[in-house]
Structures are given as structure tokens and as C-alpha cells.
């Protein structure tokens, strides 16, 4: 490949680690910017990765060597630095979640029919092996119809996570807990492999954060619109960071991911691991070692002039679905999700 592709990263707080170093692994991007508004982190990043450094996010906007840039500010950020981005030219590397309100996603919906630039939404749990693994076994049809979905993200938040970062624990600046920060890949999954959600009705709470106003814990039934439903649970309230778990129920056999294995039980109880996603065990693991995967595949589509693999739209229903179930335990109803057009 020619190009080498100019990259940019916008929030140098905790996740950015993640993006940089696979940054500085593609051979086919160079790293030139790094921006915070706090501009000793934005300078002690410049410096661990060798790159510039700006406190502000316009002056690479309008740089024209940079080609990428990825956004890692808080939530309520995102939506508005996506779309000046986007609309002056730049490709996008967007964190979950896109938006944290309706007007958000029906911004970023506005723009997302446009061929290019592109923007790519990191919900890198969807390359993790088993999820790939199920996305197949649905659409093979080999073990019959899907009859039901369970999630569950179970992890813990300490007082310092939330006093570390001043958005978070806000309705205005993160859009709600761990809904739609921690838990929106888990439902990400269970719509992208178990099909369409037409309704939601849920239920959030805080059990054990009193210091913040959004929630800690969330359920929530999903309503496929084949008859069948999804069940869900998070909590950031649990004495460890569990691996997350999923059930996909067939016809003929039950799929359980815990422990990053998925384990196909069929009749008779009979059971063998056929997956596993075995890079995110360890540290951190619980995120799922998507993002250096993640972002090589959404260089490469950037590169040869295609859609990436997650993109504006494939987001947006994680999204609104998480947005449905806050809308939900308002009104204690069930919540028809219309997906914004
Ligand atoms: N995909 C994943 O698995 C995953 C994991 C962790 C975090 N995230 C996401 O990454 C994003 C960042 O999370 P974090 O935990 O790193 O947060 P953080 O608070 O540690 O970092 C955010 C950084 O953005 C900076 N910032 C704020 N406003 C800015 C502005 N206007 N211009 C430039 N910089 C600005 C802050 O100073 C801070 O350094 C969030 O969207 C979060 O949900 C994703």
C-alpha cells in the first residue's frame, strides 16, 4: 500500500492506551497528534508515543495530513466531534456510545448514508471468536429456530472510577451508567446475533453508588420480533469483573458463553467447549481484545475505499435500544423502539 494514513487521538484518558498502542503497530497509519484538553496528559501522552500534542480537538480538524481521527472524550462529546469531523472531510474512529440522546443519533443518522468519509464505532466485542462463532451458527440455521437470549454483565466501578473522571455518573455527560457505558456491547451482541428488537421494557437503579446520579444496575427484557425474548442483567456492583455471560437457546442445542468458552450443550446434556475467546483472559480482559483487531480491520476498509464493519447504522440499535430501556423504567411500560430513519 502507497498511503500511509495520518492518525489523530482526541481524549488521552484511560481507554486511549488501548487505541494508541495498536495505532503504532499498523504499518499502513502514522500516529501525528494526540489532544486533551488537559494538556499535561495530552503532553505526557505526545511524549510516551512520540507524536504532537494539542489542547484543542479544532486544530485537527482542519489539519489536512491527518486523515483519521479517533474520538475517546466523554460520552456527550461524542456525537457533535463525530459530525465536525466527518464533515470536514476526516474518517472516524468513534467509542460507544454514539449519542446519548435521540437528537444525538438522529444527527449522526443524517450522515451516515453518505459514502465517505467513514466513520467506524468501536463495539469491538462483536470480533471476539465467539460472537463471530454464534453470528454463524444463527444464520446456518443448523440447530433451528433461535427461543431465547440471555445476557449478563456483572463488574465493579469503585468511587475513585467515578471521582477519576468527572463525566462520569452524570445523566448530562455520560447519559446514564452502566447501561450505556459498560453493558451496551452485551446488548450490542444480543441484537447483532439474535435478531431484530422490536420492543424493550426495563428496569434501572442504583444500589451502591449513592455519589452518582445514574444508575448501577439495569435489567431488561429484549422483545425479538420473531415472538421470542432476550433476558438481560448488569450491575457495576459485583465483587470482581466477570467474564460476561451469554445464552443463545435452539431448537436443538443451547449455547453458554462464561468463562470467555462457549460450551454447546445438546440433548442429554451432553456439552463440549466449540469457542473461545481465549486473548481476553487476564487483565482488562473482560473488555475483549477486540480494539487492536478492531481497528486494523477499520483502517484497512478506510484504505480500500469501503464501509467498515461496524459503522453509523450497525450502532445506532445497540443504542436506541439502551435509550428504549432508560425511556422504559420512566414509565414502568413497555417501550416500542421505532430506530431512527
Ligand atoms: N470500547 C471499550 O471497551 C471501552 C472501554 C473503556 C472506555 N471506552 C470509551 O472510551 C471513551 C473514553 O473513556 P475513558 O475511560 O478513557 O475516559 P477518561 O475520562 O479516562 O478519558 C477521557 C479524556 O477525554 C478528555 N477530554 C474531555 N473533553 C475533551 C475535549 N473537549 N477535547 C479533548 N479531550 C477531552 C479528558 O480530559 C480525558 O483525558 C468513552 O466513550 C468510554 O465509554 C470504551
Known sequence: MDKTLGVAVVGCGTISNMHLNAIK???????L????????KARKTAFEYDCKYTDDYKNLICNPNIDIIHILTPHYLHSEMAIEAFNAGKNVVLEKPIGISMKDLKELNKISDKSEPYIAVVLQNR??????????????????KLIGTKGIVAWYRSKEYYENSNWRGEWASEGGGVLINQAIHTIDLMQWIG????AVKGHIDNHYHPY?????TALATLYYDNNTVGNFYATNNNGINSSVE??????KATFVQKNEELIKITSGDKSEVVESNCANKGEKGYWGQGHRIYIED????????????????????ANEIVLGIYESSKTNEKYSLNYVE
Open 246 to 251: 451469554l445464552e443463545f437457546v435452539f431448537e
Open 25 to 31: 503497530q499498523m504499518k499502513v497509519a502514522k500516529l
Open 212 to 216: 452518582i446520579e445514574v444508575e448501577d
Open 195 to 198: 435478531g431484530k428488537v422490536t
Open 298 to 317: 477499520a483502517y484497512n476498509h478506510i484504505l480500500n475505499k469501503e464501509k467498515p464493519f461496524i459503522t453509523i447504522k450497525e450502532a445506532l440499535v
Open 33 to 40: 497528534f494526540v489532544c486533551d484538553i488537559d494538556v499535561d
Open 127 to 144: 470480533y471476539n471468536p465467539i460472537s463471530l462463532y454464534l453470528k454463524k451458527v444463527v444464520e446456518s440455521g443448523e440447530y433451528g
